[in-house]
């Protein structure tokens, strides 16, 4: 499949440049025949080994005309037999237009298309642990643009930290560029916190500061910091409502107009199961003199879900037409979502892994909101579950419609592998609920290194990297990502608004199919020769 996904394709757009040469040609299309039935071979064996591929080839791949069936070429390659294809002749050009590949679904069957260290300039930040990423969309501020940015908050490695800083993008999008906007007040230094973004503010949540030796504790936060990242104010929050306990390592996310806080450790080490409620609408402008009546109330729900758990992760997943207004999206009234385009299996808070009192989960649990009782929902998914695991990452990249999980910390993994942290990535399908494990090509790019108490966010469709832990010591300061799509310079641009004088992206208009071609001129024939025959002779065909 992949034979016939990425190779026939350049032979389509070299057909004109090859017409001077039909021996070669002929050649090249025998050679490629070959090495298409051993192809399928080899997929059909390895598809067998096990039942789930088979069933998850079968879903995504688009049915095709009987003779050129894709089930059809897979019994036939089994057997040695060559398939037939439709319009074949003599002419050596005809198969050419003639071939039809199996189409997949980009939106079923997403798949990271590297993980790698990403080129980051500027102000260099210490390795971290505890840490977060904070992605703000592009938006308007006293109607001046502001571009798309990461902010990164907070951390513990030499120092705490409370220093805020941000990662801006290049005119291509491969490149990154560290700056550092605030070292912060000594008061906001914190790690193992909360920061999620609300109307381009981060609304910043508990977390611990230093051991305190004397105490022979450490100190756990239950405040609230809202930091406008634009006008450069911090303010500190002690909200009133229910009594809201001091925790660290706890999730949280955005609903609606909501704030949602689960679980955590608190001063004791003891896990905490409470969740609670913030509703942001009585926040005030960053500039007001007086704080807003923030208030606390506890959530509960009809039956016994996840229960006490700290260092674990939590997204919120919904179809993508209700993220439009989300000051609509009510925490106990919210329409169902009913037509035929729906994507996402199961609407709610994705909580994945952490770990109690009994050690490292892999469980996945879905809180079931918009409606008058919470529930708790423990969902089927299909394919091999990610070994359980804590202190991981886990990003919902909504363009995609996936849910990526990346690297951890699971203490019983020693005993058989030698090493408690993780640096795997798995992907799940939040369409057909399947678990997929992406291994990284071999390659010499440097990938992570294993980690955990790491920080990631989403950008575009990426997931950015960033610090965290090993098994001896802090992780350096390089980013690291992994990104859906390839970063080349026909993919995202910046330009200056005319009418803000800001940053603004826009897409590149792709290169014509003239253009494309023009590249391919009667000059270049021997070399685009050489390059074919060479791809050949690696697979042990030899035309000369």
Not at 104 to 126: D, F, N, Q, T, V
Not at 219 to 245: H, N, Q, S
Not at 522 to 541: C, D, E, M, Q, R
């Amino acid at each position: 499949v992949s034979h016939e996904s990425t190779l026939y394709p350049s032979f389509k757009i070299s057909s004109k440049v090859l017409n001077k040469n039909r021996t070669t040609y002929k050649k090249v299309m025998t050679a490629m025949n070959q090495i298409e039935v051993q192809s399928m071979a080899n997929t059909y064996r390895s598809i067998m080994e096990d039942k789930s591929k088979l069933d998850f080839f079968r879903y995504h791949c688009k049915p095709m005309p009987a003779s050129n069936n894709i089930y059809n070429c897979l019994d036939k390659a089994k057997s040695g037999q060559p398939f037939d294809r439709q319009g074949n002749s003599s002419d050596p050009f005809s198969i050419l237009n003639s071939v039809q590949t199996p189409t997949i679904k980009a939106s079923l069957l997403p798949l990271p298309y590297h993980c790698k260290e990403c080129l980051a300039y500027g102000w260099r930040p210490e390795g971290r642990e505890g840490a977060t990423l904070t992605t703000v969309p592009g938006h308007f501020d006293k109607e001046v643009y502001v571009g798309e940015r990461t902010y990164m908050f907070g951390g513990l490695s030499r120092d705490l930290y409370a220093e805020l800083s941000y990662l801006s993008t290049n005119q291509y999008g491969n490149e990154y560029t560290w700056t550092l906007q605030d070292r912060g007040n000594a008061e906001y230094k914190r790690y193992g916190h909360t920061a999620d973004n609300y109307e381009g503010r981060l609304i910043i949540v508990a977390g611990a500061k230093m051991y305190n030796k004397d105490f022979k504790r450490r100190e756990c936060l239950d405040d609230v910091v809202i930091c406008d990242p634009v006008a450069k104010m911090w303010r500190k929050i002690i909200c009133g409502g229910t009594y809201f306990e001091p925790r660290r390592y706890h999730a949280s996310c955005i609903f609606g107009t909501r704030l949602i806080v689960h679980g955590g450790l608190n001063e004791k080490n003891i896990y905490l199961d409470s969740m609670y409620s913030l509703s942001l609408l009585g926040l005030s402008e960053p500039d007001a003199e007086t704080d807003s009546g923030l208030r606390w109330a506890t959530l509960r729900s009809d039956n016994q879900g996840l229960g006490p758990m700290a260092y674990h992760t939590c997204n919120l997943v919904l179809e993508s037409e209700r993220y439009n207004n989300p000051k609509q999206l009510a925490l106990m009234s919210m329409p169902e979502f009913k037509s035929p385009q729906a994507k996402v299996a199961l609407e709610g808070i994705y909580y994945f892994g952490g770990r109690n009192s009994s050690g490292a989960t892999n469980d996945l649990y879905v809180l079931r909101i918009g409606r008058p009782r919470l529930e708790w929902v423990k969902p089927e998914t299909k394919g091999r579950r990610p070994p359980a695991r804590y202190a991981h990452s886990a990003d919902f990249i909504a363009k995609k419609n996936i849910l990526i999980v990346f690297g951890g910390r699971n203490d019983e993994e020693y005993e058989t592998t030698g090493s408690f942290c993780m640096n795997d990535i798995w992907i799940l399908s939040i369409e057909a609920l399947e678990w997929t494990e992406w291994k990284r090509p071999d390659t010499l790019e440097r990938g992570p290194e294993p980690r955990y108490a790491h920080a990631t966010a989403v950008l575009e469709d990426s997931v950015l990297i960033f610090g965290g832990l090993g098994e001896t010591n802090y992780c350096d300061a390089g980013l690291f990502e992994i990104s859906m799509v390839k970063k080349n310079t026909f993919g995202r641009k910046h330009k200056l608004s005319p009418i803000t004088g800001k940053e603004q992206r826009v897409k590149k208009p792709p290169m014509s199919k003239k253009s494309t071609l023009s590249r391919f001129s009667s000059s270049n024939l021997g070399v685009f020769s050489k390059v074919i025959l060479g791809t050949l002779s690696k697979f042990g065909y030899n035309l000369n």
